[in-house]
């Protein structure tokens, strides 16, 4: 069963800043695409980031300049770094591993970690 699981959650005031991370320990951690993603309450599940192998970043409009997502294969882990926060940023925020091969797609979710903006 892979797992993924978020860490860094938690609540901060508007202005501040936090940084997510995302431990992949039971995948070839560096063939995968590594993304991030939000949904906040009655909202769809929201791209925010993604990190290709070869360390190609991939931002949405929403927070390209505010956030940055990286990654540590050595560590079989992803981070996103999150500036500026604003109430609109309140969510759970999910990570993603995927590639594809001669095997198929192979999709992996984490359960979450909430991120709430509030003073």
């Known amino acids: 069963q892979v797992q993924l699981v978020e860490l860094g959650g938690g609540m901060v005031q508007p202005g501040g800043s936090l940084r997510l991370s995302c431990l992949a320990p039971r995948i070839v951690f560096s063939t995968f695409t590594m993304s991030w993603y939000r949904q906040a309450p009655g909202k769809q599940r929201e791209f925010l980031a993604a990190i290709a192998p070869g360390g190609t970043m991939t931002y949405s409009g929403s927070v390209q300049g505010r956030f940055t997502i990286s990654r540590d294969n050595a560590k079989n882990t992803v981070y996103l770094r999150m500036n500026r926060l604003n109430a609109e940023d309140t969510a759970a925020y999910y990570c993603?591993?995927?590639?594809?091969?001669?095997?198929?797609?192979?999709?992996?979710w984490g359960s979450g970690t909430q991120v709430t903006v509030s003073s």
């Open positions: 993603n591993a995927w590639r594809e091969d001669y095997e198929g797609r192979s999709d992996y």
